[in-house]
């Protein structure tokens, strides 16, 4: 386990299988950059989506402070056996039409431990987001909210000014459109993962 891991966050709106941007960068760098992905660690310590974990701590905070506390040491202790990892984690989430900043960020950012290398926003067409948003919500993944086309826009914009908010305290903040070609990911594995 490393005394101090370096960490790249890979984060972006819902829906853009962000782990395998994130896999696809490690394989173009050829580095030992080990992938995270943060919610099925937070799934596999709490036995439920993190979603649903936030729809508990907004009915009662204190009830959930402990669990949830474990699931993102979880996490941390991950990045730490690492010693190099790409963290694939949402910024936020929409949940009960609220956007909540996603309770791992504050922690990645406090820890001593970790070196917080940059930020990689994917982000993609407006439209094909509100496709893949408006499937779920048909799934039932979003019981009890409601997404329309303006509250997805203000979701993306809240994602961008946590991005904004990061670089103003230090941190490289990279934004990407997803649908590059792979000369660009290329360059981007280069500049992220040296």
Do not use: C
């Amino acid at each position: 386990m490393a005394e101090k891991a370096e960490v790249t966050l890979v984060t972006g709106v819902t829906g853009l299988e962000l782990k395998r941007v994130a896999e696809e960068l490690v394989r173009l760098a050829g580095t030992d950059h080990r992938i995270v992905k943060a919610e099925d660690i937070v799934v596999e310590e709490l036995g439920q989506s993190l979603l649903d974990t936030l729809d508990v701590m907004f009915r009662s905070p204190l009830l959930t402070r402990r669990q949830l506390a474990r699931a993102l040491d979880a996490v941390v202790e991950e990045v730490l056996e690492a010693g190099r990892a790409l963290l694939v984690m949402h910024t936020s989430y929409l949940r009960r039409k609220h956007m909540v900043v996603n309770p791992l960020l504050y922690r990645v950012l406090s820890d001593p431990r970790l070196r917080l290398a940059g930020v990689l926003v994917v982000v993609d067409d407006y439209y094909h987001g509100l496709y893949r948003v408006a499937e779920r919500v048909a799934k039932g993944d979003y019981i009890g909210d409601t997404i329309d086309p303006l509250t997805y826009l203000q979701w993306r914009g809240f994602d961008l000014g946590i991005a904004i908010s990061l670089i103003h305290h230090g941190v490289d903040v990279v934004m990407f459109n997803a649908k590059h070609r792979v000369e660009t990911y290329e360059r981007l594995a280069r500049l992220l993962l040296r």
